[in-house]
C-alpha cells in the first residue's frame, strides 16, 4: 500500500467543487511540500500544483491545493467533463536516506 | 519545449533483464536530476531512484537496490534504467521525469525543495513467461 493516502475514488457533477484528501506523517507531508498530479487515462502524470498551493502556467486556476500539519487537499471547482481523470499526492520522506512518496491516487469521474 | 522521448515497449521473460532509454530535450540534460517512477497495472506510482546526469550519481529506493542501475550518456542527452531479474510483478509502465533540481546541488540536502516537471509518455515493460 502507499505511503500517502487518499480516498480511491470522488465524484461530481458539473460546475460543482470538489475535493480530495493526502493524508500522510511527520516525515512526509507534516514536513516537506506536496505535489499533485493529474493523469488522464492512458497518459503520463501532469503537474498540476506544487509547493502545496502553487499552478504551472497553463493550469486553470479551478485548481487549488492546500496543507495542514499532515494532510493537504486538492480542490476543484467549477467542475469539467474534461476534469476527469486519476490524481496523485506526493511528496519528500526524510526517512531514511529520503525518498518520493505518492499517494494510492483517486479516480474522479464526472458524472 | 522541455521533452522526454522513452524507448518502446518491452516483452520480457522473469530472470531477464530490461533497459528503459529517456532522450532529453529542449534544456541542458545535464543541469538537472532525473527520477525513474514506474506504475503497475491499475495501481499507483512508486519512484524508483534518482540520477544525477551531471556527476552519474544516483540514489535508489531501497526496494530496487540490488536490482536497478540508472546511468546516462551526456553526448546524447539520454538517461537509462535498468531492471534485472525480473518478476512478473514488475509488469508496469516506467516513466522518466526531470526534477527542477539543479545539479550543482547535493539532492539530498536540497532535492526536498524541487520536484518533478516533466515526465517522459512512459514505457511499458511486460514479463511474462
Known amino acids: 500500500q502507499s505511503v500517502l493516502t487518499q480516498p480511491p475514488s470522488a465524484s461530481g457533477t458539473p460546475g460543482q467543487r470538489v475535493t480530495i484528501s493526502c493524508s500522510g506523517s511527520?516525515?512526509?507531508?507534516?514536513?516537506?511540500?506536496v505535489y499533485w498530479y493529474q493523469q488522464l487515462p492512458g497518459t503520463a502524470p501532469k503537474l498540476l500544483i506544487y509547493r502545496n498551493n502553487q499552478r504551472p502556467s497553463g493550469v486553470p486556476d479551478r485548481f487549488s491545493g492546500s496543507k495542514s500539519g499532515t494532510s493537504a487537499s486538492l480542490a476543484i471547482s467549477g467542475l469539467r467533463s474534461e476534469d476527469e481523470a486519476d490524481y496523485y499526492c506526493?511528496?519528500?520522506?526524510?526517512?531514511?536516506?529520503?525518498?518520493?512518496?505518492f499517494g494510492g491516487g483517486t479516480k474522479l469521474t464526472v458524472l | 519545449q522541455v521533452q522526454l522521448v522513452q524507448s518502446g515497449a518491452e516483452v520480457k521473460k522473469p530472470g531477464a533483464s530490461v533497459k528503459v532509454s529517456c532522450k532529453a530535450s529542449g534544456y541542458t540534460f545535464t543541469g538537472y536530476y532525473m527520477h525513474w517512477v514506474r506504475q503497475a497495472p491499475g495501481q499507483g506510482l512508486e519512484w524508483m531512484g534518482w540520477i544525477n546526469p551531471n556527476s552519474g550519481g544516483t540514489n535508489y529506493a531501497q526496494k530496487f537496490q540490488g536490482r536497478v542501475t540508472m546511468t546516462r550518456d551526456t553526448s546524447i542527452s539520454t538517461a537509462y534504467m535498468e531492471l534485472s531479474r525480473l518478476r512478473s510483478d514488475d509488469t508496469a509502465v516506467y516513466y522518466c521525469a526531470r526534477d527542477l533540481c539543479p545539479t550543482l546541488y547535493y539532492y539530498d540536502s536540497s532535492g526536498k525543495d524541487y520536484y518533478m516537471d516533466v515526465w517522459g509518455k512512459g514505457t511499458t515493460v511486460t514479463v511474462s513467461s
Open positions: 506526493a511528496a519528500w520522506d526524510d526517512s531514511l536516506s529520503g525518498f518520493w512518496v
Open positions: 511527520s516525515s512526509n507531508i507534516g514536513s516537506n511540500y
